[in-house]
């Protein structure tokens, strides 16, 4: 999960170096923090949040296929 959140938000950016994942690992429930470079948060979140939210439905379509739960926190 931690590396098709990468994936997905290098190829959004103009700086991909800038990109970190962490993954905190649960139980039942992962969440994944993506960090981002501040001119490059605009990308990642997408007008009215539309590119975040395609991001967390496909990470949701994987993670159920793991029969686990996954959020994505984008964080400043």
């Known amino acids: ?3 098709l959140v990468k994936y997905m938000a ?3 950016v103009d700086k991909p170096e ?3 994942v962490a993954e905190i690992i649960g139980e039942q ?3 994944i923090e993506l960090r981002v ?11 009215q949040g539309r590119t975040a939210k395609a ?5 949701s379509a994987a ?3 793991l029969r686990k739960r996954t ?5 400043e």
């Not at 948060?41 to 997408?46: A, E, H, S, W």
């Not at 991001?55 to 990470?59: C, S």
């Open 63 to 65: 993670s159920t296929k």
């Open 1 to 3: 999960m931690k590396d």
């Open 29 to 31: 429930t992962s969440v």
């Open 55 to 59: 991001m967390r439905t496909i990470l």
């Open 71 to 75: 959020v994505l926190e984008i964080i």
């Open 37 to 47: 470079a501040k001119e490059d948060l605009g990308k990642v979140i997408g007008k």
């Open 10 to 12: 290098q190829t959004l």
């Open 18 to 20: 800038m990109v970190e």
